[in-house]
């Protein structure tokens, strides 16, 4: 099972009067972009986390006191960026939002109304790549969704009890509170875990001007993964061709 769940953005409270204490200032700076990331001035050891992120509708129980259900709706390219190495964090969401382009999603996403087994998830794969200067390497292991240490359904019961029973222990936090103080959001992007990273992606800490390319394919459409010629008109930033989509970032 996955260790635990984590928060790397929770909206402003809406309400006038809201407290100083209902405004979570680590993590009301929207950090989602689709074409550069910030690189962050501190810490160190920067990795890309190539991942699928699930948009999700929120059903809450009739008393506001726990989520009830998510209903999916999207399937998206995602990058969870994190810090690696940051002197005096204590908490794992501290890594990952840094402010404005500490993460970052694709444009176009996949709809979808379930990721039960056998539904069309399973046909979706992911994959990611690092251009540094001229030279593009494979970032990740291709990673079929299926193939995640949890998913479909399962995953969707795993992630509202953590939501709503997940407390501040360790490096992780509470979550529902954190729903509650932004007003009971209606919908959420989750992003659903890294895969695995090849040799290079191992022992390559990412630098300014480095290019991320993180992919979504319908495993039917592309049996063999995108070709190195459709990788490299990706990172050109031309229009990726039905049953891909996208995320290609900029360090900068």
């Known amino acids: 099972m996955p260790p ?9 409270p809406h309400t006038v009067d809201a407290t100083e204490d ?6 009301e700076n929207f950090p989602v972009t689709n074409a550069v990331i910030d690189f962050p001035r501190q810490g160190g050891n920067v990795q890309v986390e190539p991942e699928m992120g699930l948009y999700c509708d929120i059903v809450y129980t009739k008393d506001g006191r726990a989520v009830e259900r998510l209903v999916p ?17 204590s908490k794992l969401s501290e890594k990952k939002n840094w402010g404005f382009g500490s993460k970052g999603i694709s444009l176009r996403s996949f709809r979808i109304n379930s990721i039960s087994r056998g539904s069309y998830v399973d ?3 992911m994959a990611s790549y ?16 299926r193939n995640y240490l949890l998913f479909h359904d399962a995953l969707l019961d795993w992630i509202v009890e953590r ?12 979550i529902f509170p954190r729903l509650v103080q932004s007003d009971y959001p209606v919908s959420m992007w989750i992003a659903l875990g890294a895969g695995e990273y090849t040799d290079w992606g191992n022992n390559n800490f990412l630098q300014p001007k480095d290019e991320t390319l993180v992919l979504i394919y319908d495993e039917k459409r592309y049996p063999k993964g995108p070709s190195a ?24």
Request: glycine fraction near 4%; aromatic fraction near 12%; proline fraction near 5%.
């Open 73 to 89: 709706r999207r399937i998206a390219a995602f990058n969870d960026c994190s810090i690696r190495q940051l002197d005096g964090s």
């Open 22 to 27: 209902e405004i979570l200032q680590r993590l």
């Open 229 to 252: 010629g459709l990788v490299e008109s990706l990172f050109q930033d031309f229009d990726a061709p039905e049953g891909i989509i996208a995320l290609h970032q900029t360090f900068v």
């Open 163 to 174: 939501i709503n029973t997940q407390t501040d222990t360790d490096k992780w936090e509470e």
């Open 130 to 145: 690092i251009k540094r200067g001229d030279q593009t390497f494979d970032y990740s292991i291709p990673a079929p969704a």
């Open 4 to 12: 635990a769940v984590f928060t790397f953005y929770a909206p402003h």
């Open 123 to 125: 046909q979706l794969c």
